[in-house]
């Protein structure tokens, strides 16, 4: 069983990805809060502790702990939380270790530690790798003063109690960034089950010792007992007398030849040539391996990057693209951030499509278009969906000289919003191109950053040929994109 520790700061969004996870199949998800909670529930095994430590007034009417009044001293007084750990930690680690063992016992293939303390307790020690859900601090502390209603103050205090959120995603193999949708978080995530999937199945098993060699080995000296019989075999009769030879028969005959003894030298340099000769042959054997595990991790990595970044409706992405003059992996990019491939999505505001298209929006592309019999049911069609999209990409390529930042910008806040920036010397050195660096943040930017980071793969993946005398350069544009 492979053992993956899922861990992040507070409403950095943890929960949300535990709970798609526990709906995959061989996973087991052990959660450190509901163990926490078990353990001081009604009978729990740390509530006499707690009501020693701190006294009667943490503890409601019926008996029941008072989680909140406790919470609010303990984030506020480091001494009492240090006492409050000192309880739980053993009882906690007892638990933990119990629920690690049923689960090997139970045959799960993966088993997921959901603990947001993983790193400061030391549970990352039971795990083979480490899953970090992460969230830029500004963007935790809106998050979580608007779900628990919170102040400023007691958010910060809770997020400041604990590792943040970078250095516990510097300590994680693998860091999901939550900043964005949460639909694009968790599509993020069957490639990577199926790649821990792999790795669970290429775990070395351990070896039986064999049973009949096992109790050979424990069998007693001396002849078998007789089957059928309680008693043990009666001592084989004492041979007769012995007749023995003269000790001149038992002389060896003196040998005529010279003895030949290895020389010295030769006999050492045999004994290094002998070394050698097994040291390169394990040598041989352990790159062997070595190689063959690299393969192995390439083929699981490329197999991950594909799955996350497909490539749906690449005909009509091609036809499209290459009618509005456009590069087809630009386009490709927009349709993953937009609607990760989905043709009926539909966003709160009402976009549609797999390149989420306004309604007023389409309605004046259909305008521009020519295109009779309109309705906006329409956009729910693939290749009507594209269409509309191609040429609105078109279009705002025009009015930005083909700036793929200036487009991707404008395709998600509007062109009004990329001519203010455009005129402002802040964002704009030239008044034709963004840099994407001096922006604010804000949804926009991180937007088009991932749009542009997306472009770049889809060109690497699908739409690039080899070539090992090119020089690398700049982000290609979003228009002129036709392929070689």
């Known amino acids: 069983m492979r053992v993956i520790g899922l861990t992040g700061s507070i409403a950095c969004g943890k929960s949300t990805v535990s709970a798609w996870l526990k709906s995959q ?7 450190g809060d509901l163990l926490s909670r078990e353990l001081c529930a009604p009978g729990g095994a740390a509530l006499p502790l707690i009501r020693s430590a701190f006294g009667d007034q943490f503890f409601t009417s019926d008996g029941k702990l008072n989680r909140r009044a406790l919470g609010r001293l303990v984030f506020s007084d480091d001494s009492a939380r240090e006492t409050l750990d000192g309880l739980m930690a053993p009882l906690l680690q007892e638990l933990t270790e119990s629920r690690l063992n049923q689960a090997r016992a139970d045959g799960y293939l993966l088993c997921f530690l959901d603990f947001p303390l993983l790193f400061e307790k030391g549970y990352d020690a039971l795990c083979d790798t480490v899953w970090c859900v992460y969230l830029p601090r500004e963007l935790q502390l809106q998050r979580l003063m608007a779900r ?21 995603a510097s300590r994680s193999q693998t860091v999901l960034d939550n900043s964005g949708d949460i639909a694009f978080t ?11 999937r792999a790795l669970a199945h290429q775990a070395p098993r351990r070896r039986r010792r064999n049973a009949e060699s096992s109790e050979a080995e424990t069998l007693p000296d001396g002849p078998p007992p007789v089957p059928g019989s309680s008693h043990p075999a009666e001592a084989p009769p004492a041979p007769g007398p012995v007749m023995e030879r003269p000790s001149s028969a038992n002389q060896k005959k003196v040998s005529r030849r010279v003895p030949w003894h290895l ?3 030769l006999l050492t340099l045999l004994v290094v040539f002998g070394f050698l000769t097994a040291g390169c042959i394990t040598a041989q054997a352990l790159m062997h391996a070595y190689l063959t595990r690299q393969a192995e991790k390439h083929a699981a990595e490329t197999a991950a990057i594909y799955a996350n970044y497909p490539l749906e409706y690449r005909s009509l992405i091609d036809s499209c693209a290459d009618e509005s003059n456009l590069n087809p992996a630009f386009v490709a990019a927009i349709i993953r951030n937009e609607s990760s491939f989905q043709p009926m999505a539909e966003s709160s505001v009402g976009a549609r499509g797999l390149m989420q298209l306004m309604p007023d929006t389409a309605e004046w592309i259909a305008g521009k278009m020519k295109i009779s019999g309109y309705a ?3 956009m729910f069609d ?3 969906n594209i269409s509309f999209g191609c040429w609105y990409l078109k279009y705002l390529s025009g009015l930005f000289q083909g700036d793929p930042v200036c487009v991707a910008c404008a395709y998600h806040a509007g062109q009004g919003q990329v001519n203010a920036w455009l005129s402002d010397s802040r964002y704009s050195s030239d008044g034709v191109t963004l840099n994407l660096d001096r922006l604010l943040d804000g949804p926009t930017k991180t937007y088009a950053g991932r749009v542009i980071r997306t472009y ?3 060109q690497a993946l699908y739409y690039s040929q080899p070539d090992p005398d090119a020089v690398p350069g700049p982000v290609p ?4 994109g036709r392929r070689r």
Do not use: H, M, Q, T
């Open 263 to 265: 020389p010295s030298w």
């Open 382 to 384: 693939p290749e009507s």
């Open 376 to 378: 906006f049911d329409r």
């Open 477 to 480: 544009s979003a228009v002129s």
């Open 25 to 31: 199949p061989d996973c087991c998800i052990i959660d």
């Open 148 to 168: 628990d209603g919170l102040s400023a103050g007691e958010a910060a205090n809770r997020i400041d109690a604990v590792l943040s959120s970078e250095e516990k």
């Open 186 to 196: 968790l599509s993020l995530l069957p490639p990577l089950l199926e790649a821990e």
């Open 456 to 458: 770049g793969i889809y």
